[in-house]
């Protein structure tokens, strides 16, 4: 009785152990490069997902050649944790390839086959990859300028490869550009079938209001083009301000916002009025001047208003929220509301309304 026992209990233990354990699972198990200019390494990353409910770690993750080299996380990877193998392909040798990549693991299966093609030329003549934003008969890198946070006094640059697949020789200009771009581009005309390069730089000290600001150049695809819906290229940027060197030391006396909550629910109420109101409260834990620099909203069915706009040490304001559900112009409509204040270490934050 006891031996029957102790065969059940190890059976019980070995199908715990083959229900409880690591599963790797790839986002991609193909990739195409497409065309890869000769000498020009290239880079894949395979996002790798344990599925399973152990932790999973990979031991090894070899190449079917020595022109490819991976690295892999040398940490376990927690259950629905996300880790990356990344591939650099030197691109030596002239002509198709195809290579494959195993990755040993604590896994079933233990080792997982993944592959890469493309093709190795001298010169790329198919840009639909490298370049998928087309533009009539001109191919660009990127379909829109996101700068993101930007402090005054600096002056970031996007630089748009742009490839010209017309007939003959194209001038890259962008119409409506703002005055506080600077727009260069590296050729005067770009000959057919070639690259060249627009640089935009946003000089943040020529515009003077803080919080998020959206808007569009146009690229000409040929002398005397106009603005439209097919050659619009979308920029944006969020001004703040800037509070020079952030460390522990320099900010001792300086002002800390910290909001009662960072979302208001108002569902509940619009969901029988049309009109609901909220609340939301900012107190100075700092020791300096805490300045509410901006308030900003992104529709006119939300009205803010703001008892004080200077807060002292410990001093609290509080915003209050007015929403019209017959001022929404559209479904795109979002009721969040920005808040832009002269906290060093969080000048911005985004109010959610629900």
Known sequence: MKRISFVII???LSSIQLMAQARLTANIESYDFGQIEWNKPVVIDYIITNTGDQPLILSNVTTSCACSVASWPQDAIDPNQKGVVRVAFDAKALGSFYKEVSIYSNANPDMVFLNFTGEVVREITDFSRSHPVKIGDIRLNLDSLNFGDVKVGDKPSFK???????SSPYAPILMHAPSFFTVKSSD?????GEKGEIEVTFDSELWPTYGLYASDVYLSRFIGDKVGVDNKIPFSFTLLP???????????????????????DLSVILAHKDKAS?????????????KILK????????????NKTTLKSGETARIKIKVDQNKIISKKDSLDFLIVTNDPFAPKSLIQIK
């Open 278 to 290: 909220g609340s939301v409260m900012i107190t100075n834990k700092g020791m300096g001047d805490l």
């Open 10 to 12: 190890l059976f019980l």
């Open 160 to 166: 748009i490869s742009v490839v010209n697949e017309g």
């Open 188 to 192: 005067l005309y770009i000959p057919k």
């Open 295 to 306: 308030l900003q909203t992104f529709s006119p069915a939300v009205k803010l208003s703001l």
């Open 242 to 264: 800037n509070s020079g060197n952030n460390t522990e030391s320099s900010n001792v006396n300086k002002p800390r916002m910290e909001l009662n909550r960072t979302n208001s």
